[in-house]
Nanobody, 124 residues
């Protein structure tokens, strides 16, 4: 079993920054990839960023590229999402996800485990 716990969400003004954390526990050795997704009210869950536990490539949604950075600390079993230059359209519930044998890194169905989410609200 794998548990994911997000933290770091909050209310911030446009142009500001937040850093989300995802603490993982359980069968971490079997993970291949970690991802961040977000879901705004009335919208589908969308891909934000993803990173492998090994020294693999990272991928970002076009809407956050250049503003968000995903990173991980394997010793702490934690994945981070540094969000800079936040915009009101970034407002959403942000979810951490984990999975193995992922082919389509931006598809939520490919991920096996999910956290409970953390709310990010960006005011204009």
């Amino acid at each position: 079993q794998v548990q994911l716990v997000e933290s770091g969400g909050g209310l911030v003004q446009a142009g500001g920054s937040l850093r989300l954390s995802c603490a993982a526990s359980g069968r971490t050795a079997s993970w291949y990839r970690m991802g961040w997704f977000r879901q705004a009210p009335g919208k589908e869950r969308e891909f934000v960023a993803t990173i492998s536990w090994s020294d693999g490539p990272t991928y970002y949604a076009d809407s956050v590229k250049g503003r968000f950075t995903i990173s991980r600390d394997n010793a702490k079993n934690t994945v981070y999402l540094q969000m800079n230059s936040l915009k009101p359209e970034d407002t959403a519930e942000y979810y951490c996800a984990a999975g193995r044998s992922i082919v389509r890194v931006n598809h939520p169905d490919e991920y096996d485990y999910w956290g409970q989410g953390t709310q990010v609200t960006v005011s204009s």
